[in-house]
């Protein structure tokens, strides 16, 4: 039961992570001047890893467990969502990540940013709907 609150707590913490990211943060890349965002996006994205590392880890790692121990098709398609979360993350969002970092972003990769994060926000919004349906 622990586990289900942990993973509940988890889903609900990344949810308003992402929605915070989606409305606020990537948007106002757009608004920064080339040589503040990119000293501003190295302390972002050095921060916001302490948070969103553990916090898509401790994900990932308590839907594997949740699913071993009750494999209901719910919690199999949450665990398809955080996996395909996981794939967006390292093929389409670290490389404008590191782009931006290493001044090789054009104003057009950075709407295109806001754009296909609406990918990762409505999975992101969806496993936890789902999380709280297995209740």
């Given at each position: 039961m622990y586990i289900l609150i942990a993973s509940l707590l988890i889903d609900f913490g990344l949810l308003i992570l992402i929605w915070m990211v989606q409305l606020v943060v990537y948007p106002s890349f757009l608004y920064c001047a080339k040589h503040d965002l990119i000293a501003w996006h190295k302390k972002y994205t050095h921060r916001i890893g302490y948070i969103v590392g553990p916090l898509m880890l401790?994900?990932?790692?308590?839907?594997?467990?949740?699913?071993?121990?009750?494999?209901?098709?719910n919690q199999i398609v949450r665990l398809l969502l955080i996996s395909t979360i996981w794939i967006l993350t390292i093929i389409q969002f670290i490389p404008i990540h590191n782009n931006i970092s290493k001044s090789k972003t054009t104003q057009e990769e950075l709407q295109a940013l806001v754009l296909k994060n609406w990918s990762r926000t409505v999975l992101w919004t969806l496993v936890f709907l789902l999380n709280i349906l297995h209740y």
């Open positions: 401790a994900q990932l790692g308590f839907s594997i467990y949740v699913v071993s121990i009750v494999p209901s098709g």
